[in-house]
């Protein structure tokens, strides 16, 4: 028997499916390739009332994903929204934000900032530090995950959300508070799953009481993007856009080029250094 059913959590090789209905499976991959990823729908094969193996992939409406010179690591198939979760303690990786505002735009999804732990005094040295990205126009709520949750619900609803960051930002008591229930059913899947046998680290689908989905990808210490092309980048900034075909040469990396209406941008304070120093990285990894 063959139906559509979405993939809700993600365990190295072996997959956890769901149907419509509710019925869960676990599925594997027909070929050795596992190019799945949490929310993808997918077509399944029903082997018994616990086993399916997984036939194809539907189209996407969207795919996050990060990569290096080696490999390529999906994070969430079909989210409507990517929300980085930071904290003033332990300090966040600027960088890392960065990243994956580019992901989003080049995804083409919405990005939300969660500053996390807003009660710390070191909050306000964070709340500067980001106040630059707000000004970008991407949305920023703070909270206290373990005060209150409140804040940050009106930003899910409708929509399907994966939640990334570092770890040691609050991401776990996040989930846990939006989905009390979370805890116990991970640990009943890897149970199932003999847990010794697979990877302990995976991205889990949950639905919200108040509406909207959310996906828990595991804590990441880094983005690459690697796959980005190289053609593009320069778009994936909003606050660079206005300066597109500005630059004498048309082929400008916006490094040392005579020029150049970013590196000229910059010396007007009219955008970060930070945020020019990390385009010209991204042109490195793209042409390593």
Sequence with gaps: MKLEARIVQSHGKAFIVEHEDGRRWIASARRKKTDFAVGD???????????????????????????????????????SQIAVVLAAVPSFYEELLSRCLVAAEDAGIKALIVLNKADLPETE?????????????????????????????????????????????????????????????????????????????????????????????PGLQEFGLRHLDPQRLTELFPEFRPFIGDCRFANCRH??????????????????????????????????
């Design 255 to 288: 490094d040392r080029e005579p020029g150049c209406a970013l590196s000229e941008a910059l010396g007007r304070g009219e955008i970060l250094a930070q945020r020019l120093q990390l385009l010209r990285k991204l042109h490195g990894e793209a042409s390593a």
């Design 125 to 217: 040295a964070a709340r500067a530090q980001l106040a630059p990205y707000r000004a970008l126009g991407y949305p920023m709520v703070e909270l206290s995950a373990k005060q209150s949750i409140e804040p940050l619900k009106p930003y899910l609803v409708g929509e399907l959300t994966v939640f990334v960051g570092q770890s040691g930002m609050g991401k776990s008591t996040l989930v846990n508070a939006l989905v009390p229930e979370a805890s116990a059913r991970t640990g009943e899947i890897s149970e199932a799953l003999d847990s010794g046998r697979h990877t302990t680290t995976h991205a889990t689908l949950y639905r919200l009481a108040g509406g909207g989905e959310l996906i828990d990808s």
């Design 41 to 79: 729908r997918v077509e399944v094969g029903v082997i018994n009332a616990e086993q399916a193996v997984i036939e194809a992939v539907r189209p996407r409406a969207s795919l996050l994903y990060r990569s290096d010179a080696f490999r390529e690591k999906l994070i969430a198939a079909n989210v």
